[in-house]
T-cell receptor, first 114, second 114 residues
Framework: NAGVTQTPKFRVLKTGQSMTLLCAQD?????MYWYRQDPGMGLRLIHY???????AKGEVPDGYNVSRLKKQNFLLGLESAAPSQTSVYFC?????????????FGDGTRLSIL | AQKITQTQPGMFVQEKEAVTLDCTYD???????LFWYKQPSSGEMIFLIY??????QNATEGRYSLNFQKARKSANLVISASQLGDSAMYFC???????????FGQGTELSVKP
């Protein structure tokens, strides 16, 4: 039971470098989300997708781009990493966006920008 | 704007005792969902319990129950018979209509003492 898998688990980048975080889910969920978690704060939504080929901005989208070319994958890109993007990134998925269906989370990616 | 507030940054409880973690929310939508997640020191997000705005009864899941007071806009998590493994961060979250996005509170760090 893989659920939601995030790759990589840890990464250190230099300011200005680019990278892509991969999220894969094997539950055939329609909805997928990217959050970031900073110390002393709850999770904040970066971008989300309500189905294959769709994306939308969340609360803190600046500096990030996303793509959902396949239903099972949701990619988060940092084009030019900044120290302010040092955070723990969580991907989540859910079957629908209403009712009692919870979001299922990956184990997180710890990203440090030097 | 929708908002979740958790006013207890840290809580201590004696093993085998009950503990209540507070959560208040603010929304103008009549339809919403409230979730509690547990985040142990290992970092993953674990879904605990859900309460829908139209649910007539308080939700329960094993040792977890939700004290839902709609008029006061509060959704407090009650953990009965605390165990050492309950030591973790606990997040209250509200589902926004449209897209199923979650808004998280700041979290409460619970420490269970033997």
């Amino acid at each position: 039971n893989a659920g939601v898998t995030q790759t990589p688990k840890f990464r250190v980048l230099k300011t200005g470098q680019s990278m892509t975080l991969l999220c894969a889910q094997d539950m055939n969920h329609e909805y997928m989300y990217w959050y970031r978690q900073d110390p002393g704060m709850g999770l904040r939504l970066i971008h989300y997708s309500v189905g294959e080929g769709t994306t939308a901005k969340g609360e803190v989208p600046d500096g990030y781009n996303v793509s959902r070319l396949k239903k099972q994958n949701f990619l988060l890109g940092l084009e030019s990493a900044a120290p302010s993007q040092t955070s723990v990134y969580f991907c989540a998925s859910s079957q629908i966006g209403t009712g009692d269906q919870p979001q299922h989370f990956g184990d997180g990616t710890r990203l440090s920008i030097l | 704007a929708q908002k979740i507030t958790q006013t207890q940054p840290g809580m201590f409880v004696q093993e085998k005792e009950a503990v209540t973690l507070d959560c208040t929310y603010d929304t103008s939508d009549p339809s919403y969902g409230l979730f509690w997640y547990k985040q142990p020191s290992s970092g993953e997000m674990i879904f605990l319990i859900y309460q829908g705005s139209y649910d007539q009864q308080n939700a329960t899941e094993g040792r977890y129950s939700l004290n839902f007071q709609k008029a006061r806009k509060s959704a407090n998590l009650v953990i009965s018979a605390s165990q050492l493994g309950d030591s973790a961060m606990y997040f209250c979250a509200m589902r926004e209509p449209g897209g199923g996005k979650l808004i998280f509170g700041q979290g409460t760090e619970l420490s269970v003492k033997p």
